[in-house]
């Protein structure tokens, strides 16, 4: 498939400004889970680092290729997963002590 | 028919990321964003691995299976230190960037098929990777500190660092009118490591939350001059929501403390002014964690306002009890958030979440100032700079015309404290000698834990 440069700075455009627009609804009470998540999803270097390592044209970008799928992996894993850790902390009012219930407004 | 295939997965993960950022918009969905996200990358994998130029596996699988082994753990760090393990995943994202970009670069010189536009992505790529690398090691090392967090300062260090930047733009042209110059690469190399070091030393601990979101946004633009290296659109896509991200939420920081982004940079807060006159000896009031107590259970109105000394002194779960106390009692607790609370964006949330206490109870700075004058107590748990009124009042302050959360403005204030020390910016706190602050001097985590136990001693009488 043919990847034309203006084709990729028009992708860049509009990516960037859906980015801007998603980002700035994110609630502020999220914004480390945000970072972790963004983190995660940056990790989407991992797609030039499999095409390295696996095309195999030379010993160096073979190597350098398998340490860059290490480390995307990496980001991508702890990303998802402390994210997820996060967010699932985040709780309206519990249940359990709903004796104060009464005076919630 | 392959290549149209792996397109087709690759415009779904697309969408996946996208929704993935939608959903955060609201924390009952934001878990929803986590699954999106996730699948975007599983097929963003799968995808990649039907490629048919590539002839073996074994240097993917291996990486891969090891990059997962080491990612779990990573994703275990106590809540208090994840500042430092983002700083530390984005130091990965760039030396990944980086190191596909050296790749890259070697391969097409060596078949001689260096455009100036490949050229250009690759020290693009390049640039960005690694200072991104270096930079986040030495922000993590500072979160940790491992490295000293006060800003590191010598002569000249503008000077320095703007030389480096632009002979690394010098070397990136040249290698673009010439891209066979092989032995400028690893210069440029070396360079963009070198700035990514120098660039982030001068920067104290307190303006780390603007140089993470920086940092994070440079990893998003590596990995886009990535995708145009490689050829690749998702690549740009997920690439540009991560720069975008990362730089709506330096900008929001930068908004938060009244400051450029060239000042957050290149200005070291915090370090001049040592010399700013008034020393007088002053004498604040103190109280006891009876008397706090007392204050606390008698109010109809709680706010209590967290800082970066919470988190050192890991006192969120203790205040979490403080609030059972008084919500128990009918208190109307409420929890201010400055945005720049904290060594990250959004760090104080995250805390107050793991100790369980609601989020509806968290508001942001600006829709608790109009209810500070309403406020009996004002609680102020290990925050400075961010209640200072100095920054309302003192033109003269270094802080002045930052946003703060009014804290003065509640009938009483309470102000947790290891001792009168000025905080991290080292600027004089008006709070702590206003006629109706007390100030309780120690531990966060054992005053509170004393002011608690004073409240449930009495719970049975009351």
Known sequence: ?105 | MIDQLIQLVYLVATALFIFSLKWMSDPATARRGVFAGVGGMALAIIGTLMHPLLIGYSWIVVPLVLGALAGVPLSWVPLTAVPQRTALSHAFGGLAAGLVGTAKYFLWAEHHELTTFRMGAIALEVILGYLTCTGSLVAAGKLQEVIPTRPIMYRGQNVINFILLAAAVVIAVLLMLDPGRTVLFPALIVLALAFGVLLVLPIGGADMPTVISLLNSYAGLAAVAMGFVMENKLLITAGALDGASGLILSIVMCKAMNRSFTNVLFGAFGQVKVASGQVEQRTAKSATAEDAAQLLENASSVVIIPGYGMAVSQAQHRVHDLYEQLAKRGVDVKFAIHPVAGRMPGHMNVLLAEAEIPYDRLVEMDDINPEMPRTDVALVIGANDVVNPAARLDKNSPIYGMPIIDADKAKVVLAIKRSMNPGFAGIENELYFADNTLMLFGDAKGVIGEVVKNLSGQSGIH
Not at chain 1, 12 to 41: C, E, K, Q, W, Y
Not at chain 1, 58 to 68: D, E, M, N
């Open chain 1, 1 to 105: 498939m043919q990847f034309d440069f203006i084709d990729g700075l028009f992708v860049l455009m509009l990516a960037t400004f859906i980015g801007l627009d998603v980002i700035r609804r994110v609630s502020r009470l999220l914004h480390t889970p945000l970072m972790s998540l963004t983190n995660a999803i940056s990790a989407i270097a991992v797609v030039g680092a499999i095409l390295l390592a696996g095309e195999q044209e030379s010993r160096l970008s073979t190597v350098l290729g398998a340490i860059a799928v290490f480390a995307s992996t990496t980001n991508i894993v702890s990303g998802f997963l402390i994210t997820d850790r996060m967010l699932k902390m985040f709780k309206r009012r519990e249940p359990a002590p709903s004796t104060s219930s009464g005076q919630a407004r």
